[in-house]
Protein backbone atom coordinates (compact mmCIF):
# COMPACT_ATOMS: atom_id res chain seq x y z
CA UNK A 1 0.00 0.00 0.00
CA UNK A 2 1.34 3.72 -0.76
CA UNK A 3 2.57 5.78 2.07
CA UNK A 4 2.55 9.40 2.25
CA UNK A 5 4.48 11.76 4.42
CA UNK A 6 3.66 15.41 5.23
CA UNK A 7 5.29 17.31 7.20
CA UNK A 8 5.04 20.98 9.38
CA UNK A 9 6.97 23.01 11.50
CA UNK A 10 4.68 25.90 13.49
CA UNK A 11 5.24 28.57 15.72
CA UNK A 12 2.12 27.27 17.76
CA UNK A 13 2.38 25.46 20.98
CA UNK A 14 1.79 21.87 20.78
CA UNK A 15 -1.35 22.04 23.10
CA UNK A 16 -2.48 24.42 20.28
CA UNK A 17 -1.87 21.83 17.77
CA UNK A 18 -3.61 19.54 19.67
CA UNK A 19 -6.51 21.59 20.31
CA UNK A 20 -7.09 22.24 16.94
CA UNK A 21 -7.53 18.86 16.05
CA UNK A 22 -9.94 18.00 18.92
CA UNK A 23 -12.66 20.41 17.06
CA UNK A 24 -13.52 17.97 15.08
CA UNK A 25 -16.40 19.83 14.57
CA UNK A 26 -14.44 22.56 13.05
CA UNK A 27 -11.44 21.72 12.21
CA UNK A 28 -12.40 19.08 9.68
CA UNK A 29 -14.35 21.07 7.39
CA UNK A 30 -11.60 23.78 7.87
CA UNK A 31 -8.86 21.24 6.62
CA UNK A 32 -10.82 19.76 3.47
CA UNK A 33 -10.05 21.09 0.59
CA UNK A 34 -12.15 23.64 -1.02
CA UNK A 35 -14.99 21.68 -3.58
CA UNK A 36 -14.43 18.47 -0.92
CA UNK A 37 -18.03 20.24 0.52
CA UNK A 38 -17.61 18.11 3.80
CA UNK A 39 -20.17 17.66 6.33
CA UNK A 40 -19.96 16.39 9.50
CA UNK A 41 -23.06 14.13 9.85
CA UNK A 42 -22.06 13.13 13.67
CA UNK A 43 -18.75 13.59 15.97
CA UNK A 44 -18.58 11.15 18.89
CA UNK A 45 -16.76 13.81 21.27
CA UNK A 46 -15.01 14.06 23.27
CA UNK A 47 -11.99 12.01 21.14
CA UNK A 48 -10.70 9.09 22.21
CA UNK A 49 -10.17 5.92 21.07
CA UNK A 50 -13.25 4.25 19.27
CA UNK A 51 -14.74 8.15 18.68
CA UNK A 52 -16.54 7.85 15.04
CA UNK A 53 -16.75 10.74 12.98
CA UNK A 54 -18.95 10.05 9.82
CA UNK A 55 -19.33 12.53 7.27
CA UNK A 56 -20.55 12.84 4.05
CA UNK A 57 -18.05 14.84 0.97
CA UNK A 58 -18.29 15.46 -2.44
CA UNK A 59 -15.61 13.23 -4.26
CA UNK A 60 -14.71 12.89 -8.12
CA UNK A 61 -17.20 14.19 -10.43
CA UNK A 62 -19.38 15.92 -7.96
CA UNK A 63 -20.64 12.38 -6.28
CA UNK A 64 -21.63 12.80 -3.04
CA UNK A 65 -19.70 10.09 -0.50
CA UNK A 66 -19.97 8.64 2.81
CA UNK A 67 -16.94 8.25 5.00
CA UNK A 68 -16.54 6.66 8.42
CA UNK A 69 -13.68 6.89 10.20
CA UNK A 70 -12.18 6.28 14.01
CA UNK A 71 -9.44 6.81 15.71
CA UNK A 72 -7.79 3.29 16.96
CA UNK A 73 -4.90 5.01 18.93
CA UNK A 74 -5.03 8.27 20.99
CA UNK A 75 -1.86 9.74 23.09
CA UNK A 76 -3.02 13.26 24.26
CA UNK A 77 0.58 15.44 24.80
CA UNK A 78 2.78 13.84 27.02
CA UNK A 79 6.63 13.58 28.08
CA UNK A 80 8.68 10.98 26.01
CA UNK A 81 12.37 11.13 26.60
CA UNK A 82 13.47 14.86 25.87
CA UNK A 83 10.40 16.26 24.55
CA UNK A 84 6.58 16.75 24.72
CA UNK A 85 4.88 14.53 21.91
CA UNK A 86 1.13 13.22 20.78
CA UNK A 87 -0.17 11.52 18.25
CA UNK A 88 -3.75 10.11 17.09
CA UNK A 89 -4.53 7.96 14.53
CA UNK A 90 -7.67 7.25 12.29
CA UNK A 91 -8.95 4.42 9.91
CA UNK A 92 -11.78 4.72 7.20
CA UNK A 93 -14.28 2.39 8.58
CA UNK A 94 -16.26 2.85 5.58
CA UNK A 95 -15.60 4.83 2.51
CA UNK A 96 -14.13 5.88 -0.86
CA UNK A 97 -10.61 3.85 -0.39
CA UNK A 98 -10.00 -0.05 -0.32
CA UNK A 99 -7.87 1.21 2.72
CA UNK A 100 -6.87 4.07 4.69
CA UNK A 101 -4.53 5.14 7.60
CA UNK A 102 -3.63 8.39 9.01
CA UNK A 103 -1.89 9.08 11.54
CA UNK A 104 -0.82 12.28 12.81
CA UNK A 105 1.99 12.77 15.01
CA UNK A 106 2.80 16.51 16.59
CA UNK A 107 5.72 16.95 18.70
CA UNK A 108 7.12 20.37 20.66
CA UNK A 109 10.22 21.37 18.88
CA UNK A 110 11.23 24.66 21.28
CA UNK A 111 9.06 27.08 23.45
CA UNK A 112 5.91 27.85 21.45
CA UNK A 113 7.34 25.94 18.23
CA UNK A 114 5.80 22.40 17.14
CA UNK A 115 5.77 19.85 14.19
CA UNK A 116 3.24 17.69 12.72
CA UNK A 117 3.86 14.97 11.22
CA UNK A 118 0.77 13.61 8.42
CA UNK A 119 1.81 9.98 7.43
CA UNK A 120 -0.98 8.51 5.68
CA UNK A 121 -1.34 4.47 4.27
CA UNK A 122 -3.95 4.03 1.90
CA UNK A 123 -5.14 1.56 -0.99
CA UNK A 124 -7.29 2.77 -3.98
CA UNK A 125 -10.22 0.10 -5.10
CA UNK A 126 -11.11 -1.24 -8.18
CA UNK A 127 -7.43 -3.71 -8.46
CA UNK A 128 -5.05 -2.91 -10.95
CA UNK A 129 -7.67 0.13 -12.42
CA UNK A 130 -6.95 1.54 -8.60
CA UNK A 131 -3.28 1.45 -9.10
CA UNK A 132 -3.57 3.21 -12.34
CA UNK A 133 -5.80 5.66 -11.07
CA UNK A 134 -3.53 6.80 -7.92
CA UNK A 135 -0.75 7.08 -10.38
CA UNK A 136 -2.48 8.85 -12.63
CA UNK A 137 -4.40 11.64 -9.95
CA UNK A 138 -4.95 10.08 -6.73
CA UNK A 139 -2.08 10.20 -4.84
CA UNK A 140 -1.87 14.32 -6.41
CA UNK A 141 -4.76 15.10 -4.86
CA UNK A 142 -3.71 13.61 -1.76
CA UNK A 143 -0.59 15.43 -1.97
CA UNK A 144 -2.42 18.62 -2.89
CA UNK A 145 -5.19 17.93 -0.03
CA UNK A 146 -1.95 17.88 2.64
CA UNK A 147 -0.78 21.14 1.34
CA UNK A 148 -4.31 22.81 1.97
CA UNK A 149 -4.53 21.14 5.14
CA UNK A 150 -0.93 22.57 6.40
CA UNK A 151 -1.59 26.23 4.90
CA UNK A 152 -4.66 26.17 6.58
CA UNK A 153 -3.25 24.67 10.19
CA UNK A 154 -0.61 27.30 9.87
CA UNK A 155 -3.30 30.18 9.20
CA UNK A 156 -5.58 29.18 11.68
CA UNK A 157 -2.70 28.65 14.64
CA UNK A 158 -0.45 31.75 14.07
CA UNK A 159 -2.52 33.66 12.49
CA UNK A 160 -1.28 35.32 9.75
CA UNK A 161 2.71 34.76 11.19
CA UNK A 162 5.35 33.11 9.24
Known amino acids: MPTLKFELTLAASLDDLWAFHQDVSRALPLLSPPGSDVRIIAADLPARVGQQVKMNVRGPLGKRLNWVASIIE ?14 FVDVQLSG ?12 ETGPGTSRLIDIVTYRVPLGPLGKVADWMFVRRQLESMFRH ?10 GGRG
Open 74 to 87: FEPPSRQNDSRQAR
Open 96 to 107: PFAAWRHEHQME
Open 149 to 158: RHAVTRKELE
